[in-house]
Protein backbone atom coordinates (compact mmCIF):
# COMPACT_ATOMS: atom_id res chain seq x y z
CA UNK A 1 0.00 0.00 0.00
CA UNK A 2 1.47 3.54 -0.91
CA UNK A 3 2.14 6.31 1.84
CA UNK A 4 -0.70 8.43 -0.13
CA UNK A 5 -3.33 5.50 0.67
CA UNK A 6 -1.86 5.07 3.94
CA UNK A 7 -2.77 8.72 5.05
CA UNK A 8 -6.61 8.11 4.21
CA UNK A 9 -6.38 4.65 5.57
CA UNK A 10 -4.94 5.16 9.22
CA UNK A 11 -4.91 8.77 9.67
CA UNK A 12 -8.40 9.97 7.99
CA UNK A 13 -6.53 12.51 5.28
CA UNK A 14 -7.03 12.87 1.72
CA UNK A 15 -4.28 13.20 -0.53
CA UNK A 16 -5.41 15.37 -3.69
CA UNK A 17 -3.19 16.52 -6.66
CA UNK A 18 -2.17 19.77 -7.52
CA UNK A 19 -2.19 19.56 -11.12
CA UNK A 20 -4.29 19.12 -13.84
CA UNK A 21 -3.07 18.62 -17.99
CA UNK A 22 -5.02 16.80 -20.81
CA UNK A 23 -1.84 15.01 -21.50
CA UNK A 24 -2.49 13.39 -18.23
CA UNK A 25 -6.11 12.53 -19.31
CA UNK A 26 -5.35 11.22 -22.58
CA UNK A 27 -2.15 8.91 -21.59
CA UNK A 28 -3.56 7.59 -18.02
CA UNK A 29 -1.27 9.10 -16.01
CA UNK A 30 -4.36 11.14 -13.66
CA UNK A 31 -6.21 7.30 -13.74
CA UNK A 32 -2.88 5.73 -12.26
CA UNK A 33 -2.32 8.56 -9.57
CA UNK A 34 -6.26 7.63 -8.51
CA UNK A 35 -5.02 4.08 -8.21
CA UNK A 36 -2.42 4.57 -6.11
CA UNK A 37 -4.36 6.73 -3.94
CA UNK A 38 -4.54 10.37 -4.88
CA UNK A 39 -8.50 11.22 -4.42
CA UNK A 40 -8.82 14.66 -5.75
CA UNK A 41 -7.62 17.44 -7.93
CA UNK A 42 -7.29 20.91 -7.53
CA UNK A 43 -6.39 23.03 -10.41
CA UNK A 44 -6.08 27.13 -10.93
CA UNK A 45 -5.76 29.95 -13.54
CA UNK A 46 -2.00 29.41 -13.52
CA UNK A 47 -1.83 25.66 -13.32
CA UNK A 48 -4.26 25.99 -16.40
CA UNK A 49 -1.88 28.83 -18.21
CA UNK A 50 1.14 26.68 -18.07
CA UNK A 51 -0.58 23.30 -19.11
CA UNK A 52 -1.89 25.15 -22.13
CA UNK A 53 1.34 27.14 -23.12
CA UNK A 54 3.44 24.62 -22.81
CA UNK A 55 1.37 21.75 -24.59
CA UNK A 56 0.39 21.12 -27.94
CA UNK A 57 -2.43 19.10 -26.83
CA UNK A 58 -5.03 22.18 -26.94
CA UNK A 59 -4.11 23.39 -30.09
CA UNK A 60 -6.93 21.02 -32.22
CA UNK A 61 -9.29 22.08 -30.09
CA UNK A 62 -8.77 25.64 -29.98
CA UNK A 63 -8.28 25.60 -33.35
CA UNK A 64 -11.24 24.69 -34.18
CA UNK A 65 -13.28 26.96 -31.79
CA UNK A 66 -11.47 30.33 -32.96
CA UNK A 67 -12.36 29.21 -36.67
CA UNK A 68 -15.74 29.10 -35.47
CA UNK A 69 -15.87 32.18 -34.31
CA UNK A 70 -15.26 32.17 -30.75
CA UNK A 71 -13.55 34.53 -28.51
CA UNK A 72 -10.18 33.90 -27.31
CA UNK A 73 -12.09 34.20 -23.93
CA UNK A 74 -14.42 31.87 -24.34
CA UNK A 75 -11.91 29.41 -25.80
CA UNK A 76 -9.65 29.57 -22.95
CA UNK A 77 -12.67 28.48 -20.89
CA UNK A 78 -13.90 25.55 -23.48
CA UNK A 79 -10.46 24.33 -23.16
CA UNK A 80 -10.92 24.61 -19.27
CA UNK A 81 -14.39 22.78 -19.35
CA UNK A 82 -13.44 19.85 -21.38
CA UNK A 83 -10.43 18.94 -18.78
CA UNK A 84 -12.42 19.50 -15.78
CA UNK A 85 -15.30 17.45 -17.01
CA UNK A 86 -12.63 14.48 -18.24
CA UNK A 87 -11.06 14.71 -15.04
CA UNK A 88 -14.64 14.76 -13.12
CA UNK A 89 -15.44 11.05 -14.52
CA UNK A 90 -12.15 10.02 -13.44
CA UNK A 91 -12.95 10.38 -9.94
CA UNK A 92 -16.38 9.83 -10.44
CA UNK A 93 -15.97 6.42 -8.69
CA UNK A 94 -13.97 7.94 -5.90
CA UNK A 95 -16.99 10.07 -4.96
CA UNK A 96 -19.49 7.73 -5.65
CA UNK A 97 -18.07 5.13 -3.38
CA UNK A 98 -16.93 7.37 -0.59
CA UNK A 99 -20.79 9.27 -0.54
CA UNK A 100 -19.51 12.25 -1.47
CA UNK A 101 -16.32 13.17 0.86
CA UNK A 102 -13.67 12.93 -1.93
CA UNK A 103 -13.32 12.27 -5.71
CA UNK A 104 -13.73 16.43 -6.40
CA UNK A 105 -12.12 18.10 -9.19
CA UNK A 106 -12.08 22.04 -8.44
CA UNK A 107 -12.17 24.78 -11.09
CA UNK A 108 -11.63 28.47 -10.32
CA UNK A 109 -13.33 32.05 -11.24
CA UNK A 110 -11.50 33.93 -13.36
CA UNK A 111 -8.65 35.83 -11.01
CA UNK A 112 -10.01 39.72 -12.38
CA UNK A 113 -13.32 38.76 -10.03
CA UNK A 114 -11.71 38.58 -6.85
CA UNK A 115 -12.77 42.00 -5.77
CA UNK A 116 -16.25 41.80 -7.02
CA UNK A 117 -19.12 39.59 -4.87
CA UNK A 118 -21.64 40.42 -7.77
CA UNK A 119 -19.20 39.10 -10.49
CA UNK A 120 -18.00 36.44 -8.64
CA UNK A 121 -21.45 34.85 -7.37
CA UNK A 122 -22.52 35.06 -11.12
CA UNK A 123 -18.94 33.29 -12.30
CA UNK A 124 -19.51 30.36 -9.38
CA UNK A 125 -23.45 29.94 -10.19
CA UNK A 126 -22.50 29.93 -13.60
CA UNK A 127 -19.77 27.38 -14.03
CA UNK A 128 -21.98 25.08 -11.45
CA UNK A 129 -24.58 24.71 -14.29
CA UNK A 130 -22.00 24.65 -16.99
CA UNK A 131 -20.16 21.55 -15.03
CA UNK A 132 -23.11 20.25 -13.99
CA UNK A 133 -21.57 17.65 -12.00
CA UNK A 134 -22.03 16.77 -8.38
CA UNK A 135 -18.52 16.33 -7.43
CA UNK A 136 -17.75 19.49 -9.08
CA UNK A 137 -16.00 22.37 -6.55
CA UNK A 138 -15.81 26.18 -7.96
CA UNK A 139 -13.04 28.00 -6.16
CA UNK A 140 -13.49 31.31 -4.99
CA UNK A 141 -10.64 33.21 -3.43
CA UNK A 142 -10.94 34.26 0.26
CA UNK A 143 -10.79 37.87 -0.16
CA UNK A 144 -13.09 40.33 1.83
CA UNK A 145 -15.73 40.83 -1.55
CA UNK A 146 -15.02 36.47 -1.72
CA UNK A 147 -16.75 35.68 1.47
CA UNK A 148 -20.00 36.86 1.30
CA UNK A 149 -19.66 35.56 -2.40
CA UNK A 150 -19.18 31.90 -0.59
CA UNK A 151 -22.03 32.31 1.86
CA UNK A 152 -24.43 32.86 -0.73
CA UNK A 153 -23.52 29.75 -3.13
CA UNK A 154 -23.67 27.65 -0.06
CA UNK A 155 -27.24 29.17 0.42
CA UNK A 156 -27.69 27.88 -3.13
CA UNK A 157 -26.93 24.40 -2.11
CA UNK A 158 -23.57 24.45 -4.09
CA UNK A 159 -20.51 22.85 -3.61
CA UNK A 160 -17.14 25.41 -3.24
CA UNK A 161 -13.76 25.41 -2.53
CA UNK A 162 -12.49 28.55 -0.91
CA UNK A 163 -9.09 29.04 -1.75
CA UNK A 164 -6.11 31.66 -0.63
CA UNK A 165 -6.83 31.56 3.10
CA UNK A 166 -3.42 32.97 4.79
CA UNK A 167 -4.77 34.02 8.41
CA UNK A 168 -7.03 32.22 11.04
CA UNK A 169 -8.96 35.69 11.11
CA UNK A 170 -10.15 35.18 7.16
CA UNK A 171 -10.48 31.41 7.99
CA UNK A 172 -12.31 32.01 11.26
CA UNK A 173 -14.48 34.70 8.46
CA UNK A 174 -15.03 31.81 6.06
CA UNK A 175 -16.14 28.78 8.19
CA UNK A 176 -18.65 31.65 9.55
CA UNK A 177 -19.93 32.02 5.58
CA UNK A 178 -19.80 28.42 5.18
CA UNK A 179 -22.06 27.97 8.46
CA UNK A 180 -24.59 30.64 7.48
CA UNK A 181 -25.02 29.40 4.06
CA UNK A 182 -25.79 25.90 5.36
CA UNK A 183 -28.35 27.30 7.59
CA UNK A 184 -30.26 29.68 5.06
CA UNK A 185 -30.07 26.43 2.61
CA UNK A 186 -31.91 24.18 5.13
CA UNK A 187 -34.47 27.11 6.08
CA UNK A 188 -35.28 27.19 2.77
CA UNK A 189 -35.98 23.55 2.22
CA UNK A 190 -33.09 22.56 1.01
CA UNK A 191 -30.97 19.30 1.48
CA UNK A 192 -27.51 19.79 2.93
CA UNK A 193 -26.47 15.85 2.31
CA UNK A 194 -25.22 17.72 -1.55
CA UNK A 195 -23.44 20.25 -0.38
CA UNK A 196 -19.33 20.21 0.45
CA UNK A 197 -16.93 22.38 0.92
CA UNK A 198 -13.19 22.64 1.73
CA UNK A 199 -11.24 25.52 3.40
CA UNK A 200 -8.09 26.11 1.42
CA UNK A 201 -5.61 27.22 3.94
CA UNK A 202 -2.15 27.96 2.50
CA UNK A 203 0.97 27.11 4.54
CA UNK A 204 4.88 27.01 2.31
CA UNK A 205 3.97 31.17 1.03
CA UNK A 206 3.68 31.83 5.16
CA UNK A 207 7.21 30.90 5.65
CA UNK A 208 8.30 32.87 2.61
CA UNK A 209 6.54 35.69 3.58
CA UNK A 210 7.34 35.88 7.57
CA UNK A 211 10.91 34.39 6.82
CA UNK A 212 11.82 37.52 4.99
CA UNK A 213 10.48 39.81 7.39
CA UNK A 214 12.04 38.23 10.18
CA UNK A 215 15.68 38.39 8.08
CA UNK A 216 14.57 42.18 7.65
CA UNK A 217 14.30 42.32 11.38
CA UNK A 218 17.77 40.52 11.74
CA UNK A 219 17.87 40.12 15.28
CA UNK A 220 19.07 36.86 17.04
CA UNK A 221 15.71 36.14 18.36
CA UNK A 222 14.10 36.47 14.90
CA UNK A 223 16.26 34.60 13.24
CA UNK A 224 15.70 31.59 15.29
CA UNK A 225 12.05 32.18 14.93
CA UNK A 226 12.33 31.70 11.10
CA UNK A 227 10.70 28.44 9.54
CA UNK A 228 8.28 28.24 12.33
CA UNK A 229 5.07 30.61 11.37
CA UNK A 230 3.50 28.00 8.48
CA UNK A 231 2.86 25.20 10.76
CA UNK A 232 2.17 26.19 13.82
CA UNK A 233 -0.53 28.81 12.25
CA UNK A 234 -2.09 25.19 10.35
CA UNK A 235 -2.36 23.80 13.59
CA UNK A 236 -3.90 26.90 14.99
CA UNK A 237 -6.60 26.52 12.14
CA UNK A 238 -7.13 22.91 12.35
CA UNK A 239 -8.00 23.55 16.41
CA UNK A 240 -10.38 26.18 15.02
CA UNK A 241 -12.15 23.77 12.79
CA UNK A 242 -12.53 21.52 15.83
CA UNK A 243 -14.03 24.12 17.91
CA UNK A 244 -16.46 25.33 15.49
CA UNK A 245 -17.49 22.31 13.85
CA UNK A 246 -18.81 20.95 16.95
CA UNK A 247 -21.63 22.25 19.70
CA UNK A 248 -25.30 22.90 19.65
CA UNK A 249 -24.75 25.24 16.13
CA UNK A 250 -22.94 22.22 14.28
CA UNK A 251 -24.78 19.43 15.95
CA UNK A 252 -28.36 20.92 14.31
CA UNK A 253 -27.05 21.33 10.94
CA UNK A 254 -25.41 18.04 11.25
CA UNK A 255 -28.16 16.05 12.22
CA UNK A 256 -29.88 17.34 8.64
CA UNK A 257 -27.20 15.83 7.03
CA UNK A 258 -25.04 18.71 6.43
CA UNK A 259 -20.87 18.15 6.60
CA UNK A 260 -18.19 19.80 7.92
CA UNK A 261 -15.92 21.99 5.94
CA UNK A 262 -12.48 20.16 5.86
CA UNK A 263 -9.45 22.22 5.80
CA UNK A 264 -7.27 21.43 2.93
CA UNK A 265 -3.50 21.97 3.30
CA UNK A 266 -2.50 24.07 0.34
CA UNK A 267 0.56 25.27 -0.85
CA UNK A 268 2.48 22.37 0.46
CA UNK A 269 5.80 22.20 -1.97
CA UNK A 270 8.76 23.48 0.28
CA UNK A 271 10.01 26.92 -1.12
CA UNK A 272 13.05 27.03 1.03
CA UNK A 273 15.81 24.36 -0.07
CA UNK A 274 16.97 24.59 3.43
CA UNK A 275 13.81 22.52 4.94
CA UNK A 276 12.78 19.53 4.54
CA UNK A 277 10.88 18.85 1.22
CA UNK A 278 8.27 16.80 3.00
CA UNK A 279 7.50 19.21 5.97
CA UNK A 280 4.15 20.48 4.97
CA UNK A 281 3.14 17.25 4.46
CA UNK A 282 4.51 15.18 7.75
CA UNK A 283 3.63 17.82 10.13
CA UNK A 284 0.16 18.14 8.99
CA UNK A 285 -1.18 14.90 9.05
CA UNK A 286 -5.00 14.11 10.55
CA UNK A 287 -8.28 13.13 10.02
CA UNK A 288 -10.65 15.27 8.67
CA UNK A 289 -8.42 17.22 6.35
CA UNK A 290 -6.88 16.93 2.62
CA UNK A 291 -3.70 17.78 1.58
CA UNK A 292 -2.96 18.97 -2.17
CA UNK A 293 -0.04 17.77 -3.52
CA UNK A 294 2.29 18.66 -6.51
CA UNK A 295 3.88 15.90 -8.20
CA UNK A 296 7.48 16.67 -6.88
CA UNK A 297 5.90 16.50 -3.41
CA UNK A 298 4.29 12.93 -3.76
CA UNK A 299 7.55 11.39 -4.66
CA UNK A 300 9.35 13.06 -2.19
CA UNK A 301 6.67 11.81 0.60
CA UNK A 302 6.37 8.17 -0.86
CA UNK A 303 9.84 7.97 -0.77
CA UNK A 304 10.92 9.90 2.83
CA UNK A 305 7.54 10.98 4.07
CA UNK A 306 6.76 10.39 7.93
CA UNK A 307 3.71 9.06 8.96
CA UNK A 308 1.82 9.93 11.67
CA UNK A 309 -0.87 11.97 13.18
CA UNK A 310 0.90 15.05 13.72
CA UNK A 311 -1.29 17.76 12.71
CA UNK A 312 -2.89 18.03 16.60
CA UNK A 313 0.69 17.81 18.63
CA UNK A 314 2.50 20.37 20.21
CA UNK A 315 -0.18 22.81 20.06
CA UNK A 316 0.55 24.47 23.00
CA UNK A 317 4.14 25.34 21.22
CA UNK A 318 1.99 26.36 17.84
CA UNK A 319 0.70 29.46 20.21
CA UNK A 320 3.27 30.08 21.83
CA UNK A 321 5.36 30.68 18.52
CA UNK A 322 2.16 32.45 17.35
CA UNK A 323 2.78 35.07 20.21
CA UNK A 324 6.60 35.15 20.26
CA UNK A 325 6.03 36.45 16.51
CA UNK A 326 3.74 39.06 17.76
CA UNK A 327 6.21 40.51 20.09
CA UNK A 328 8.63 40.60 17.44
CA UNK A 329 6.46 42.77 15.73
CA UNK A 330 4.93 39.99 13.36
CA UNK A 331 1.32 40.76 12.47
CA UNK A 332 -0.09 37.49 10.92
CA UNK A 333 -3.15 38.99 9.55
CA UNK A 334 -1.29 41.66 7.66
CA UNK A 335 1.20 38.98 6.15
CA UNK A 336 -2.22 37.20 5.13
CA UNK A 337 -3.45 40.31 3.35
CA UNK A 338 0.16 40.74 1.52
CA UNK A 339 -0.13 36.80 0.47
CA UNK A 340 -3.52 37.37 -0.39
CA UNK A 341 -3.03 40.28 -2.74
CA UNK A 342 -0.05 38.35 -4.42
CA UNK A 343 -1.81 35.12 -4.63
CA UNK A 344 -4.61 37.04 -6.93
CA UNK A 345 -1.69 39.13 -8.52
CA UNK A 346 -0.04 36.17 -9.39
CA UNK A 347 -2.94 34.29 -11.01
CA UNK A 348 -3.77 37.77 -13.04
CA UNK A 349 -0.72 37.50 -14.07
CA UNK A 350 -0.83 33.99 -15.48
CA UNK A 351 -4.00 34.18 -16.63
CA UNK A 352 -3.13 37.50 -18.56
CA UNK A 353 0.24 35.95 -20.09
CA UNK A 354 -2.00 33.20 -21.61
CA UNK A 355 -4.43 34.62 -22.85
CA UNK A 356 -1.85 37.12 -24.90
CA UNK A 357 -0.03 33.68 -26.02
CA UNK A 358 -3.74 32.24 -27.06
CA UNK A 359 -4.36 35.48 -28.83
CA UNK A 360 -1.61 35.27 -31.01
CA UNK A 361 -2.47 31.82 -31.63
CA UNK A 362 -5.88 33.16 -32.63
CA UNK A 363 -4.40 35.81 -35.26
CA UNK A 364 -1.77 33.24 -37.21
CA UNK A 365 -5.03 30.80 -37.71
CA UNK A 366 -7.48 33.74 -38.83
CA UNK A 367 -4.88 34.87 -41.34
CA UNK A 368 -4.51 31.79 -42.93
Known amino acids: ?????????????????????????????????????????????????????????????????????????????????????????????????????????????????????????????????????????VKIPATTQGVPAVEAMIAEGRSINITLIFSL?????????????????????GDPTGVHSVASFFVSRVDSEVDQRLEAIGTGEALEARGQAAIAQAKLAYVLFRERFSGQRWEHLADLGAHPQRPLWASTSTKNPAYPDTRYVDELIGTDTVNTLPEPTIAAFEDHGHLARTIDTNVDAAAETMRRLAALGIDMDEVGLTLENKGIAGFHDSFTKMSAVLDAKARQLIRR
Open 1 to 137: MSKLERLYTEFGQSPWLDNLTRRYLRDGTLSRMVAGGIRGVTANPTIFARAIEASPDYDDQFSSLVLAGCSVDDAYWELVVADIAAALAVLRPVFDATDGSDGFVSVEVAPELARDTRATVAAARGLHQRIDQPNVF
Open 169 to 189: TRYAEIIEAYMSGLEAFTASG
